[in-house]
């Protein structure tokens, strides 16, 4: 299958861009590398900007878990979490490479971090949250707890163990992540479980 013109550069924005940072990576390298005209690039993405604007787009990971939410959830709290746990590693993992760009040029481009926050992590933690509501209403978790919270601190778990591996070539976690799923898993039902 052949990839179409905005496919390549967008792979070829993505390579170098992960490689050498956004800043240090020019339009005329990304149209060359893809086989194309800078004109070309233009014309479909009108900015670099624009470019990782849509690789950002192109990698989210809500499009998936909202239907992973309405559709694959049972119920049953311990495989559920289990489910996300591993969905929400396999896809940060997917996207290791917009996480990198966005720790190389933090202090370049501050907003980066917010345009992936807002794309993908707040509304992660409003499905979860409202997963965990439903839950509530069931009788399956305590009425107590406060659903956002208990998002976040689940949510920074799996993400504090991405980080550690996507920063780290050979991390001490590197071949713990089943292990890790499932000690997470039992420790947060612990707290939450009715």
């Known amino acids: 299958m052949r990839k179409n013109t905005a496919d390549k550069i967008l792979a070829s924005a993505l390579a170098l861009m992960t490689e050498r940072g956004y800043n240090n990576v020019s339009v005329k390298e990304i149209a060359l590398t893809a086989g194309v005209s800078e004109m070309t690039v233009f014309r479909h993405f009108d900015t670099k900007m624009g470019i990782l604007h849509s690789l950002i787009q192109t990698y989210s990971y809500i499009p998936y878990f909202e239907h992973f939410f309405l559709h694959e959830l049972t119920g049953h709290l311990k495989n559920d979490l289990q489910q996300i746990a591993h969905s929400y590693l396999t896809f940060m993992e997917k996207n290791k490479p917009i996480f990198l760009i966005a720790?190389?040029?933090?202090?370049?481009?501050?907003?980066?971090?917010?345009?992936?926050?807002?794309?993908?992590t707040r509304q992660l933690q409003n499905l979860l949250a409202s997963y965990f509501q439903k839950l509530i209403e069931l009788g399956h978790m305590k009425k107590e707890i406060?659903?956002?919270?208990?998002?976040?601190?689940?949510?920074?778990?799996?993400?504090?163990?991405f980080v550690s591996n996507a920063i780290w070539e050979n991390h001490f976690l590197k071949d713990q992540q089943e292990n890790f799923v499932q000690d997470t898993v039992e420790v947060f039902m612990k707290g939450v479980q009715a």
């Open 103 to 120: 720790i190389q040029d933090r202090s370049i481009l501050p907003e980066l971090i917010d345009i992936i926050s807002d794309n993908n």
């Open 146 to 161: 406060d659903t956002k919270g208990q998002a976040i601190v689940f949510l920074t778990g799996l993400f504090g163990f």
